[in-house]
């Protein structure tokens, strides 16, 4: 199975992935849903938009529990998709991730369908503010150097439209190309998961731990950790 995906990935200068949570497991990530700490709420709950702005020291306090890892280093995964890139076979990389890892492994053409850690601005005046700043700030809610006003996390939150520049920009990435790797996720969070049917070419391959709704429509499917699968397939690339 793995010569087979060697050999398609051999053959194209078109690829995409579309990656999700069980990307960044493989770099100690935990899902948040397995939160750590008693909370009277759902996890869904605390990162929603409206619990940020009324209850904006308690969203806080779970999000820098829950979603900020900042030890975390790019896997396998991570590099041998920024390889590929380098190698100019993979166009782009989408992910459902926040944590900045393929960047920092070194993709360039990311697209970041739930916003990322890393960015942050004031809902006053719009000045950004990197993590540092926000793990740092003195006080439970991180306010504007600028101007005082309360920070955001450049993270789309529950209730949240996605933003549509980045998810049309994965559609027609995902519509041209010719194959598509999808790994570490289930494919089932939408919209994010409807990706998939925008793709019109017949090289689907899933990668995961576990079945997707997915396995059916796929030309291939490989139940296995996506870091030990990249890093293998791209070895003598």
């Known amino acids: 199975m793995y010569e087979k995906l060697k050999n398609i990935i051999k053959k194209s200068d078109n690829i995409v992935f579309f990656g999700g949570a069980g990307v960044s497991t493989e770099s100690n990530i935990p899902d948040f849903r397995s939160a750590k700490g008693i909370y009277v709420h759902s996890p869904e709950y ?7 702005d ?19 280093k790019p896997n396998d995964a991570h590099y041998a998709l920024a390889k590929l890139e380098k190698l100019g076979k993979l166009k782009a990389v989408i992910t459902q991730n926040i944590d900045g890892l393929h960047q920092k492994a070194g993709s360039e053409k990311v697209y970041e369908l739930h916003g990322s850690i890393i960015r942050n601005h004031c809902m006053n005046c719009r000045e950004y503010h990197d993590l540092e700043y926000i793990m740092g700030y003195h006080e439970a809610v991180p306010r504007c150097r600028k101007c005082g006003g309360v920070v955001k996390p450049d993270v789309t939150l529950y209730e949240e439209m996605l933003d549509m520049d980045v998810f049309n920009g994965a559609i027609e990435c995902i519509s041209k190309a010719d194959v598509l790797i999808v790994g570490g996720t289930s494919l089932v969070v939408y919209p994010a998961a409807s990706l998939v049917d925008y793709y019109k070419g017949e090289k689907l391959v899933l990668i995961n731990k576990g079945a997707t709704s997915y396995d059916s429509k ?4 490989i139940d296995a950790r996506i870091g030990e699968v990249l890093k293998e397939v791209t070895r003598e690339l």
């Open 54 to 72: 009324s209850n904006t020291e308690e969203f806080y306090r779970f999000y820098k529990e829950n979603l900020i890892f900042k030890d975390a």
């Open 218 to 221: 796929a030309s291939m499917v």
């Open 46 to 52: 605390l990162l929603s938009r409206s619990y940020f």
